[in-house]
């Protein structure tokens, strides 16, 4: 088995609380493989009311099953850590779930899509479709060597940033010789 190390340092940005305009921030997972079903999460600013959502193609289909509404405390300028205190320093935003199907036949690649709200379509996002066997990241602890999450090659990982400078181990086994391709997506 041979360990591989990912490390994820990216800063997470507070959402603003200005905002009128349906704005999408991010979706988890990034896509799935075709011709399977699965839910993603996309956390963005007025959200509310989002009736469905709308692909650019027709080799994808959602369903919105739940919009909420969640506070999100902002980020310390410089810090790892979020910043204390009262509620008034919280943020709105909106987490929507969506169950996406895709189509066994769908172009392997990315697929924009926008939520419709009463206020509108937002920007647009995207969603990775892929043929390769997607697993999603254990829930149980792999950061550190010895608890490495074992993979099966070739395979797409869905893994998602709980904290800054998570690290995350994955295992897998090669041939002598045998060349890997990694890229991360984000």
């Not at 799935?32 to 963005?44: L, M, N, P, S, Y």
Request: charged residues 20%.
């Amino acid at each position: 088995l041979v360990p591989f190390q990912a490390r994820f340092l990216g800063e997470q940005k507070p959402l603003a609380r200005t905002s009128t305009e349906p704005e999408l921030l991010s979706v988890s997972p990034l896509g799935g493989r075709q011709g399977t079903r699965f839910e993603v999460e996309v956390r963005g600013r007025a959200l509310q009311g989002v009736s469905a959502a709308w692909f650019q193609c027709n080799d994808l289909k959602a369903i919105v099953k739940t919009v909420e509404e969640f506070e999100q405390e902002p980020m310390a300028k410089g810090s790892k850590e979020k910043t204390s205190g009262s509620t008034h320093n919280s943020l709105q935003g909106y987490r929507a779930v969506l169950d996406i199907e895709v189509d066994r036949d769908a172009a392997i690649g990315l697929h924009a899509f926008r939520l419709i709200t009463p206020r509108g379509a937002s920007n647009a996002l995207t969603l990775q479709v892929v043929s390769e066997p997607v697993v999603g990241e254990t829930t149980s602890s792999h950061n550190t060597p010895g608890e490495a999450q074992a993979l099966e090659l070739p395979t797409v990982v869905n893994g998602k940033i709980s904290q800054q400078g998570e690290l995350d181990f994955y295992s897998f086994e090669v041939t002598e010789g045998q060349e890997l391709l990694f890229q991360v997506l984000s």
